[in-house]
Every structure is written in structure tokens, then in C-alpha cells.
């Protein structure tokens, strides 16, 4: 049975599409472009590394417009980012009937409430999974440590395949400083798996 | 690294199990029992099908007198269930430093909040995992037909090893009837192995 897998090559999706594999699913990835960069790469080329199929939906630049729009407005990034990640749902639900995402217990954002869940799988009849929710920080860092070897990237320095790196390039097109909005952090990346089959 | 897992020998621990292991884990199956009846046989039973190491931990029947105050006072088991359940992690969390359950993404109980969780790790220092917390009902429908011989029992017709059945004895010992607390519905036992290695 294949799940599609909303896929950004860091640890958490990469993790999430592993748990599925192990429970007999066949992983095909998917990283959302915008067509505003080429962000996808770093993303297939972990996808590589992984073993597992990838492919890049293009959406339209429109979600991700309003998307900056949002975050201008509000001044931070939160409401923007959970409105690509539920517009990309609603879409990639249209044509692919299981779908998951790397979304982790301590996460903020992007997160869908119970009720949006329930209602995009009721209303797409979709299966939507989470593998990572109910897992914490310390769980994660533990494991991804001991299954992976994971590249540290500092926000902003290199073009991630997450929906911020294109956000960022909006951001710029308008005149708007990238840091203003999203506060120095680490993103990363896999590169190596060090334990496949546990 | 162990992990000692809340287990009634029902799918979702079962599964909750079984993930873990394939994160590579141990999986050290616990069965909570208060000293009223003899419930944890059909849960090590299971626990023997699954090739897991399987305790029963005693725990104080104070506990289990308490919940069913709640329960009778209220009408219905939701708060005495999760009554139980979260002195049980409280408990358990003082010699266990990786616990994990089954609760699922549809249950309503038993069920921590996140700031329960939250403080319940960093009071106690422990990891919690409920591994099936990102799963829907139709998705883990699915998964268990496909891994496992699910048993279904009728409630209340078998002693099953979840909090219930020992639940249902003290209210029959204080002259409640439990179909009063407890309608009627259907308990899963795991009683094969379809697919372990997948």
C-alpha cells in the first residue's frame, strides 16, 4: 500500500516515512514546490539515500503568496506556514487516498486541530497519519541520533526543501528582511543512515 | 534501550509494541493489576504470542477504589479511567525511565493533555511514547487486520486486561450493576501473528 509522505529530507519526515515502511507500506515522498526555487533538491537527494521513490508536486505560487502575506501581516511566521501545510493537504488529498507528514508531538506549526483532521479525512475520505505525534523531543533526538547521520544547516545559509526557503524568497522579492520573520534556528538534513533495518 | 509498555494485550498495544521494536527498542510489556482479580493472564498470553518479555506490575487497589468513587459519582468511566491511567504513569515513571502506551489518535480516554505530559517527563525525567497517537481509526483498522488474529470479545463476557475488568468487579462488589457504567461494546485481543517482519 503506498502512503505519500509530505517529505522535506530532515529528520522528522525522514523518520516518519522509515516508520511507515516498517509497518508494510511502500513510502513514495513528495516535496511541494512553488516554483519559485529549485528547493526540491536537497530533498531528492535524501530521498536517495533513503531507498525511496520522490517526486515534486508543483502547486500554485498563489498559496504561497497569500501564505507571505499572512506572515507579513501577523509579523511572525506560525499562521503563514500552517496555511500552506493545510492548503497542501487539501490539494495532494484530491489524488492520493493516504497521506502523512513528519509533524511531531512538541511541534507548534505547522498542526492541524483533531476537528481539521477529521474533517479532511471525512470530506476527502483520506487516510492522514502522523507517525511522529506522539513522540517528544528527547524521544526524537535519541533516535534520529541513533538511525541517521544528520546534517545541522543554520536557517537561512543554504536553500532547504521546506516551504520556508521559497517564503524566504518572496520575502526578499518584496523587500522584506527573511530575519525579521523567522528567528536564527537549525533546520536539518539526512545524509547517511546509520541503522536501516532495526 | 528498553521500554516498558502499558499493555492489555489488545491491538493497540500491541501495534504500539511492535513499532517500538522496530525503532530498536526492547519492548518490556506491563500488565496493571490492583489485586482484585487474576486479569493479566489473557495479556501474557498475548504477550507470549508477540515474543515479548511481559511483568505484572501491583499496583495499590486504593487506586482502583478511587476511580470507582468517580465513576459511580459521575455516571460514566471516562474521569476513573483516566484517573487510573495517570497515577499508573506517575507510578510506573518513578523506576521505568522509557514508558509508552497505546493510546490512539480517536480515543477520548484514556488520554493525557499536553502540559500533562509535558510536566509529567520533566517532573519524573522519563520519556512517554503513545506511538499511535498520529493514527486515525480506519488507518489502524487497516494495519491490525493485516498484522494480526484479533480475538473480538464482547464486554464484560471474558476478564480482559484492561482497567475495566477489574473496574467492573468492585462495582459489583459494592452491588452496581457495570452494564449500568459500561455499555455494551467490543474488546480486541491479539491471538496470532500474521506478519511480524514486514
Known amino acids: 500500500m503506498k502512503v505519500y509522505v509530505l517529505f522535506s529530507g530532515g529528520k522528522d519526515?525522514?523518520?516518519?516515512?522509515?516508520?511507515l515502511k516498517?509497518?508494510?507500506?511502500?513510502p513514495i515522498l513528495i516535496n511541494v514546490n512553488f516554483g519559485v526555487l529549485d528547493s526540491y533538491k536537497l530533498a531528492e537527494e535524501t530521498a536517495k539515500i533513503l531507498g525511496f521513490d520522490f517526486k515534486v508536486e508543483k502547486l500554485d505560487k498563489?498559496?504561497?503568496?497569500?501564505?507571505?502575506?499572512?506572515?507579513?501581516?501577523?509579523?511572525?511566521?506560525?499562521?503563514?506556514?500552517?496555511y500552506i501545510h493545510k492548503q497542501v493537504l487539501e490539494i495532494l488529498s484530491n489524488k492520493y487516498k493516504i497521506l502523512a507528514d513528519?509533524?511531531?508531538r512538541d511541534d507548534k506549526v505547522p498542526k492541524l486541530s483533531y476537528s481539521e483532521i477529521q474533517s479532511l479525512e471525512m470530506r476527502k475520505n483520506v487516510q492522514y497519519i502522523s507517525p511522529l505525534l506522539g513522540f517528544g523531543y528527547k524521544?526524537?533526538?535519541?533516535?534520529?541520533?541513533?538511525?541517521?547521520?544528520?546534517?545541522?544547516?543554520?536557517?537561512?545559509?543554504?536553500?532547504t526543501s521546506d516551504y520556508e526557503a521559497e517564503?524566504?524568497?518572496?520575502?526578499?522579492?518584496?523587500?522584506?528582511?527573511?530575519?525579521?520573520?523567522?528567528?536564527?534556528?537549525?533546520?536539518?538534513?539526512?545524509?547517511?543512515?546509520k541503522k536501516w533495518e532495526v
Not at 516498517?22 to 511502500?26: K, R
Not at 507571505?68 to 506556514?81: H, S, T
Not at 517564503?167 to 543512515?193: C, N, S, W
Request: charged fraction near 30%; proline fraction near 4%; hydrophobic fraction near 35%.
Open 22 to 26: 516498517n509497518l508494510g507500506y511502500t
Open 13 to 19: 519526515s525522514s523518520l516518519s516515512s522509515l516508520i
Open 62 to 82: 498563489e498559496i504561497l503568496e497569500k501564505a507571505v502575506d499572512l506572515i507579513v501581516e501577523k509579523g511572525f511566521p506560525r499562521d503563514g506556514i500552517n
Open 139 to 159: 524521544t526524537l533526538r535519541d533516535l534520529t541520533n541513533k538511525l541517521f547521520i544528520i546534517e545541522e544547516i543554520k536557517s537561512g545559509t543554504k536553500i
Open 167 to 193: 517564503i524566504r524568497a518572496i520575502l526578499k522579492e518584496r523587500g522584506e528582511k527573511p530575519e525579521k520573520y523567522f528567528p536564527e534556528h537549525k533546520q536539518t538534513r539526512i545524509i547517511g543512515v
Open 102 to 104: 513528519g509533524i511531531r
